[in-house]
């Protein structure tokens, strides 16, 4: 018996208690591992497995490929995962900003546009008096007369 069948299927998936793939790898091979169980017991006309058979599972379970194959799928469940985290994540900010956000009314628009115009208006009146107001406007549209 070599260091890796010692080691078991765990041993081989995680390599310490922090690596989160290593055990949803295991967690598949523990699915994968159940469901063989049952088929077999369905087969069987409800018995379990016989001892053969789940040495012939876990010889198949601890090749190479078998291994590569729980921690493909591991990774593929973390990115599913994560993706429909950070698509959630999104869609929330997304509502955040729509109701933080309101659009201005009509009115408001009508508001804005008499304001600035009484505004216009206000600083033209300021620039005539400022220029002389209609006397200098007379005196200038009689120099203009005379040319």
Do not use: C
């Amino acid at each position: 018996m070599n260091k890796d069948e010692r080691r078991g299927i765990y041993g081989n998936l995680v390599s310490d208690e922090d690596d989160m793939l290593g055990h949803i790898a295991y967690s598949i091979y523990k699915k994968q591992k159940i469901e063989f169980i049952r088929s077999k017991a369905n087969e069987n006309g409800g018995n379990p497995p016989t001892n053969q058979q789940l040495k012939d599972f876990q010889e198949i379970a601890r090749s190479d490929s078998q291994l590569d194959l729980y921690r493909t799928k591991a990774v593929n469940l973390v990115q599913i995962f994560l993706e429909a985290v950070l698509h959630e994540d999104m869609e929330k900010q997304r509502k955040d900003f729509l109701k933080q956000y309101t659009p201005p009314t009509f009115w408001s628009g009508v508001l804005q546009s008499l304001l600035a115009s009484l505004i216009f208006v206000i600083l033209g009146i300021a620039l005539f008096y400022g220029a002389g107001g209609w006397a200098r406007l007379g005196s200038l549209l009689i120099e203009l007369s005379k040319i």
